[in-house]
């Protein structure tokens, strides 16, 4: 029974584990790399053969940990990808918006390639790749217990994180040999607004924990939405726009909502109009309105009032590229756009029009990972490229990380001291920073907790609450001298490859030749930078 650290290890983004249970191996998320060299790293073969797993176990929608789905789909995966029917419902909104992106922008930098003589970019992964996996999708209920693969047994639990995010509780089951290890996936914090309260796991082995913000803590409610107030009314007043880049999925309904309180109290007169820039966010927005039973109570009452949570008046849904530019002639409007990082989306548009003039207010509602855009601008830089434009930023910066939908310290805390068996925390899904002091902050509560790195393979055992896991396997650095070594093993396979066809059939061969074609001409490509 073994546990591979494959992303989100000393970050928050490429959350992706490895189970094995005897023949049985299972993948619990596979998302993409977002903010620094995110093309490069999203583009690396995987660390395993997707050929060779039975399942998938998705926590929630996020690209973060779904996003390179298709990608497995393309290279083989056969298996069936399991998720609560809310989170089925958005990836499909997800993966299709990411697809077309992808295109447009591998058409953009084939364009900049063909004039140096630069060879064509590939999009990751296309359409069609998305069709593919939507036909792997496998709708779970929550609380219920299901085997996914032979000796491997699921339970989906709320996160209260966005719609449909769920922690993993998972039975490994060999021979008389039991182990339960438990993915907390994203957590929504303890006193939510827009979700249900994360449920409570009472035992485990093993937890894989998140620590996003394990190191620091969020203003409350009533906080938040006081300083959320007093930026509208220094907008009002200065008759500028408001710029508020957000995750489409779960993030913009909360702004939304919020925008319709202000409303509704009388703050934001339905003189100043509302643009949500996202076709995608459209698609979101119905699938929230689809599955309110899932929200939490004070959105069901805002609803049993006959008010719609996610339309506050002079909303208006752009859809179009001419009517998202259309935007730049509006003087006073609120504009939210994804993406929430400013990775991309149309949020870079409207801040290349907008950023400059200091009449204007950008205000962050979301975690900004490192490398981003938006990381940038909070920490300060001056002047932005955007969209190949030197702009400088001198609109007022404001970030308020209490609409934030994960978890703070002490909300982490609350949630890790539900267990009362002693299991042993792995914390993941934060920078080095947050989960180092989150894991010391679980220890000085009397828990035992350790940070594990990406590529770290652990050996999970009954009862291992008892003891830190078995650390089986590091990730290793060839050095120059092995590298004679390393080719002499290639031509000998491709020798014997030549010499008859390979005992595994070709359906099973032919995306780990394709994953090592992608490897070869990486290394290829590196080794002619190197020469220049």
């Not at 591998?106 to 140096?116: D, G, H, L, M």
């Not at 593919?132 to 209260?160: C, M, N, T, W």
């Amino acid at each position: 029974m073994r546990l591979k650290i494959i992303g989100a290890a000393g970050e928050v983004t490429g959350s992706s584990y490895l189970l094995e249970c005897g023949a049985s191996r299972v993948l619990v998320d596979c998302g993409i790399f977002q903010g620094k060299e995110d093309d490069r790293k999203n583009r690396e073969p995987f660390s395993f053969s997707p050929v060779s797993l039975d399942a998938v176990l998705l926590t929630h929608a996020h690209m973060d940990h779904s996003g390179r789905i298709p990608l497995l789909v393309k290279e083989g995966f056969k298996g069936k990808v399991f998720a609560t029917l809310p989170t089925l419902e958005l990836v499909k909104v997800l993966w299709y918006d990411s697809a077309n992106l992808m295109k447009e922008e591998a058409e953009w930098k084939t364009k900049k390639n063909s004039r140096k003589g630069l060879e064509e970019v590939e999009p990751l992964y296309s359409a069609e790749h998305v069709d593919q996996s939507i036909r792997h999708l496998s709708a779970s209920s929550y609380d219920d217990k299901i085997e996914v693969a032979p000796g491997i047994f699921v339970r989906f639990r709320d996160a209260g994180h966005i719609l449909g995010s769920a922690i993993l509780e998972i039975w490994l089951v060999e021979g008389e040999k039991e182990v339960k290890i438990v993915f907390s996936g994203d957590l929504g914090p303890q006193k939510t607004v827009m979700e249900r309260n994360p449920a409570i796991i009472s035992s485990a082995d093993y937890v894989v924990m998140e620590s996003t913000y394990g190191d620091r803590l969020h203003k409350s409610n009533e906080e938040t939405r006081a300083e959320f107030r007093s930026v509208f009314e220094k907008v009002l007043k200065d008759k500028g726009k408001v710029f508020i880049p957000s995750f489409v999925v779960d993030r913009a309904q909360r702004v939304l909502y919020e925008l319709a309180l202000l409303q509704d109290q009388g703050i934001l007169g339905s003189n100043v109009p509302i643009f949500f820039d996202s076709p995608m966010g459209v698609k979101a927005t119905e699938i929230y309105k689809k599955h309110t039973n899932l929200l939490s109570s004070e959105i069901q009452q805002y609803i049993s009032e006959g008010k719609d949570p996610f339309s506050p008046g002079k909303l208006k849904y752009v859809s179009s590229v001419e009517d998202s530019r259309a935007i730049n002639g509006v003087k006073h409007a609120v504009v939210v756009a994804g993406s929430g990082m400013i990775n991309g989306g149309r949020i870079v548009h409207h801040l290349k029009h907008g950023i400059w003039d200091p009449n204007n207010h950008l205000v962050f509602v979301g975690y900004q990972a490192k490398g981003t855009m938006g990381r940038r601008i909070i920490e300060g830089e001056k002047n932005i490229r955007i969209a190949g434009e030197e702009v400088s930023v001198k609109a007022e910066l404001h970030t308020i990380n209490g609409f934030s939908a994960h978890a703070d310290r002490d909300d982490l805390l609350a949630w890790a001291s539900n267990f009362t068996n002693s299991p042993f925390f792995l914390i993941t899904h934060g920078e080095p920073e947050s989960s180092l002091a989150f894991s010391e902050t679980l220890k000085k509560a009397g828990m035992k907790s350790a940070v594990p790195t990406a590529g770290q393979e652990l050996e999970l055992e009954p009862n291992g609450a008892a003891k830190a896991p078995k650390i089986i396997e590091q990730p290793v650095m060839l050095r120059v001298e092995d590298m004679s070594s390393v080719l002499s093993e290639i031509l000998t396979l491709v020798s014997g490859m030549k010499d008859g066809r390979p005992a595994a059939s070709e359906e099973d061969i032919l995306p780990l030749l394709q994953s090592s074609k992608i490897l070869l001409e990486t290394a290829k490509k590196k080794m002619s930078e190197k020469k220049v």
